[in-house]
Structure formats: C-alpha cells, structure tokens
C-alpha cells in the first residue's frame, strides 16, 4: 500500500517508538511520537545489538550514528563464578548480515535514535489518557488535553502499557522472582578480563541461580555489569544497600567481589525483572503494539531491544507490501509474533547447566520462529504465569 501521507501516533519514545518513527516515516508516512516523559531518559547499563538490528539500521541510514557510540563484539563466553570458561560462540546473524553485534549503553542507543529522528516529530510531555477504536482510525487523549486522531496508532509505550491493557489484555506484567542491579564502571576495575577481546561474559553459578553479565563499552573505556540474583521481593525498584550487593556475588572471583564493595550505590540501578504471557492479539484495524507492549521478556538472552527495532523494521515491510491498512497490521503479526513467542520462552527459562552448551538457544535463522524440540502448534508459546 502507498503510506505516503497516512498519519500515524506512536505512543513511547523508548527503543520500539523511535526505531517505527524512523522506519515508517522513510516510507512516507506523518508520524508523530508522544512521549510522557518531560524530557529523553534512558537508565540502566549496556545491551547489545544484533546483527540483523544493525542491518535495520544501514537500510534507515542511521548506522553511523550508532557505531559512533558502540564496541563491536565477537561472540558470548559463558563462564563459572571463577572465570573458567564453560562455552563461547560467536555472535549468530554474522554472515547473514556482513557485520557483528555492537555492545552501547541505553541511553547513548535512545540518543541516538532520538536524534536522526526530525525536528518536532518527539511531542514530551504527553500521558496517554484514552484510546478510542473507531475501526478505520483510532483518537488519543493525553493528560495535558490534547486530542488526535489518526489513521494508525502504534502502542510502543513498553511492558505497562496502555494501550495494550485498553485494547488487547489487561493481564499484568509477571514477576520472575529475580533483581537485577545494573551499573558501569571503568574497566581497568576488572584487570585482565577484556585484555584479549570484547565478548559478552557470563558468569553462572548454577546452584544459586546468580548471574553476573559483563558487557565492554570500550569506546567509553567501561564496563556494564548487571548482577541478577533470586528474590521474592517484587517491588518494582527495591531499595539498594551495600550488605545485598556484596551478597549478590559472594564466591565469585575476587575482581568482581571488590567492586561490590567499593561501586558507589549511587550509580547503581535496581529493578525487579518482570515479563509478561503472550498477548493473543496485537492488532485491530487501527491500532498495533510492538516492542515490550506487545511482548515483554526477561533480558537473559538480551532480546529485548532487538525485537523492538525488528518489529519497526516488519512493520514497515508490510506496510510496504500489503494492499490495505488492515492486510498489513496482520502480516506483521503473523510474521513477528511466533518469533518473539520464542523469543519469551527462552528468556523465561533463563540459564542451568544443560542450555550453557547453546549460548543462542532458538535464535539461529529459521531457528529463531521455533524453539527446537517442542511444536508450537500444540502448546502455548510460554508457560501461564509462575510461582515458586
């Protein structure tokens, strides 16, 4: 279909809003993003982008702009509390797309984005009251009182989303009975780890269920840790003291000990880590979610960002390709969401001693839309809410 003029509202200027702005107004399209926030904020440390994420980005012509503020890395390595090596791999995609995953920090990834979008198109300041379905378009109401209506509202306003609880499911986010604590800090902190590579390193210490993520920025001359550890507190940002984070990696190597005992808490964020149960539906006539509104996951297998930018870039294709409105929102459900339905299963089932042998479980090619060994025509794509 020809989207030249077609006016589009996407809700959250987050990883998924930014990456469909860019995407469907390279099309033609009059896109406007409405962001709650005042201003652009992104906490939290480093992640990584895929190959076929940075393949995303050299066909919206904003490569550049995030390898100016990225590391490129080689592969994973998974390792015992001891930084002995347990598997490592290279990234997968690599060939496919011609270039590698680049390892940035959150926010340097929104400022990026954020800034090869045009001026004016980012409206802050904007909570998102209402939505209203009125079949060919769908009307928006924010705080501040003002109203609009378009012919295509995008719901990528993350994992609490609104839209998705107005329209689709008002199921709530689902606690994993896990803390994350996150920070950067200078990497001459941890000696000897990165002086032959950039891979991502994962610490695993089975028995306790405790990861320790270590993620080089090297152009920043950093390191992001995210430190993930059992807990029944489901506060959505529990509180942070010295005694819990030093007990987070008690027994692990001495390197990673002494920066829990020397990191200023102040530059420590926490989050209780939450995910949410397949969404049956993402779209109506009008209205479509991507990223964490449509298919929150837990961040084991770091496929949370990237499912936002690919989301942007099916959206767009099928837009492109579909003759109506309606054809297009459904193509891009039936191509994406059996691939991040795999994509929630194997962030929920986190890591344990048998998948450390696959460092990319179901996210190679054709095997990213199946999760090997089960049929995802005869079960849910991820297990009903957990207890423990």
């Not at 589009?8 to 998924?16: D, E, F, Q, T």
């Not at 009125?134 to 719901?155: C, Y």
Request: glycine share 10%; with cysteine; hydrophobic share 40%.
């Amino acid at each position: 279909m020809d989207i030249n003029g077609l006016t589009v509202a996407v809700i959250g200027a987050g990883y998924a809003g930014a990456s469909t702005a860019k995407a469907l107004s390279l099309l033609g399209a009059h896109v406007t993003v409405y962001e709650q926030a005042r201003q652009a904020g992104e906490v939290g440390a480093g992640i990584g982008l895929r190959p076929s994420s940075m393949a995303a980005f050299r066909e919206w012509g904003v490569a550049d702009a995030i390898t100016a503020v990225s590391t490129a890395s080689n592969g994973i390595r998974i390792l015992t509390p001891h930084d002995q090596l347990l598997n490592a791999e290279e990234w997968p995609e690599k060939e496919q797309f011609g270039t590698t995953t680049h390892l940035i920090h959150r926010r340097d990834f929104i400022d990026a984005l954020l800034g090869v979008l045009p001026d004016g198109m980012i409206k802050f300041g904007h909570r998102l009251e209402t939505i209203v379905d009125n079949g060919a378009t769908a009307t928006i109401t924010f705080a501040n009182g003002e109203a609009v209506t378009a012919d295509l509202v995008v719901g990528a306003d993350g994992i609490s989303s609104r839209v998705r609880g107005a329209l689709f499911s008002d199921d709530g986010p689902v606690f994993a009975h896990e803390h994350a604590y996150r920070a950067v800090f200078d990497m001459a902190l941890v000696p000897g780890v990165f002086d032959e590579d950039d891979d991502f390193r994962i610490y695993f210490d089975a028995p306790t269920n405790r990861h320790l993520y270590l993620l080089p920025l090297r152009h920043r001359g950093q390191v992001s840790f995210d430190i993930t550890v059992p807990s029944d507190d489901s506060t959505w940002s529990p509180e942070i003291d010295r005694a819990t984070i030093v007990a987070s990696l008690s027994g692990f190597d001495p390197r990673f000990e002494a920066i829990t005992h020397s990191i200023d808490l102040a530059t420590v964020n926490c989050r209780s880590a939450y995910d949410i149960d397949p969404v049956e539906r993402w779209h109506t006539d009008s209205v479509v979610l991507v990223g964490d509104a449509a298919h929150a996951m837990l961040h084991h297998q770091g496929q949370g960002a990237n499912s936002a930018v690919l989301d942007a870039q099916g959206l767009a294709d099928a837009l492109a390709a579909a003759p109506t409105l309606p054809d297009a929102l459904a193509a891009f459900q039936a191509t994406r969401k059996p691939i991040t339905d795999n994509y929630q299963r194997v962030s929920r089932g986190g890591w344990n001693e048998e998948t450390i042998e696959d460092g990319f479980p179901g996210q190679r090619g054709a095997e990213s839309e199946v999760v090997p060994g089960v049929d995802p025509s005869s079960e849910p794509a991820v297990p009903a809410n957990r207890g423990v």
